[in-house]
């Protein structure tokens, strides 16, 4: 048998829960790496399951790129008050603020609607 090292749970659960992230971060670093040389890019059947719910694709799709309203705000020229209605079903949004968010997130207009 080999050899054996002795930690306690709350390290033990603290290596594991490092390992699902790197893990996690390495599956992102390869589907961006996919997208930038223009392979389709695999959508997490969570990302799905949100929006089948009935949640707002773009607050789901923003989620899911790591931004908060504020950062898609700045990156797009979208009011970030303009985002939060849209995101919260008070407002559409024109073609052409929908065309720079997906753009912005990488996405079609479509997976926005």
């Not at 719910?53 to 773009?58: F, H, I, K, N």
């Not at 309203?69 to 020229?77: D, E, K, V, Y």
Request: charge should be negative; aromatic fraction near 4%.
């Amino acid at each position: 048998m080999g050899e054996m090292v002795t930690i306690p749970l709350e390290e033990y659960q603290a290596l594991q829960e490092a390992a699902e992230d790197l893990a996690d971060l390495r599956a992102s670093e390869r589907v961006k790496a996919a997208v930038e040389r223009g392979e389709d890019e695999y959508v997490p059947a969570e990302l799905v399951k949100r929006i089948l719910a009935g949640e707002s694709p773009l607050r789901v799709w923003r989620e899911y790129r790591g931004l908060t309203q504020l950062a898609l705000s700045a990156a797009t020229g979208v009011n970030r008050v303009q985002i939060a209605q849209i995101e919260g079903g008070k407002r559409i949004g024109s073609v052409q603020t929908l065309k720079n968010l997906a753009e912005h997130l990488g996405v079609t207009v479509d997976d926005l609607i």
